[in-house]
């Protein structure tokens, strides 16, 4: 495989990113050159560390350390509820979309040097007994009770990894 990221690449995950926003009731940047730029940060991140951090930030390149910055982010939802775009603006709201909101600056959510580990890992506090363990969506916080996390989230898409235990 070449290093080079193909304009082929970025059509077809430009599609698949499309398709997955509109079905998860999200939506992608309508100046469709801005958002290949973008696909092309996320392949080319792809490539070099493994996953897609987010072409708008800084990556150490440690998977666990950056997985609060793999695209769809953890920090997409209240950025879309609180400035109508995510941090790198390759999600936006349907208000956006519409013309009827325009984009500024979405200020950094994530804390400098990434989130802490304690805080990552840290186990809600359980009151009862429940028959499956409860796993969180990072991304979009969707819970489902059962052994093991999905593979893909059924809301955002998000890869299983991207799932936490929650109760």
């Known amino acids: 495989m070449t290093d080079r990221v193909t304009d082929e690449e970025v059509e077809k995950v430009c ?12 939506h992608l940047n309508p100046d469709t050159e801005f958002v290949k730029d973008l696909v092309r940060g996320l392949l080319a991140n792809e490539r070099r560390y ?39 603006t390759l999600y936006v709201t349907g208000a956006v979309v ?12 994530r804390p400098p ?16 007994s429940l028959p499956y363990p409860v796993h969180r969506c990072r991304v979009c916080g969707y819970l489902c009770a059962r052994d ?11 890869k299983k990894d991207r799932f936490e235990r929650f109760l």
């Open 148 to 158: 093991e996390p999905p593979e893909i989230c059924p809301i955002c898409r998000a």
């Open 50 to 88: 493994g996953y897609p951090a987010c072409p708008c930030r800084l990556s150490i390149g440690v998977k666990e350390a950056d997985a609060d910055i793999v695209c769809p982010c953890e920090y997409r939802d209240p950025d879309l509820a609180e400035y109508g775009a995510c941090y790198c």
């Open 15 to 26: 599609l698949r990113l499309d398709r997955e926003a509109e079905a998860g009731g999200y």
């Open 98 to 109: 519409a013309g009827e909101q325009t984009v500024g600056r979405v200020p950094e959510r």
């Open 113 to 128: 040097g990434g989130p802490t580990k304690s805080a990552a890992k840290r186990p809600a506090h359980l009151t009862g």
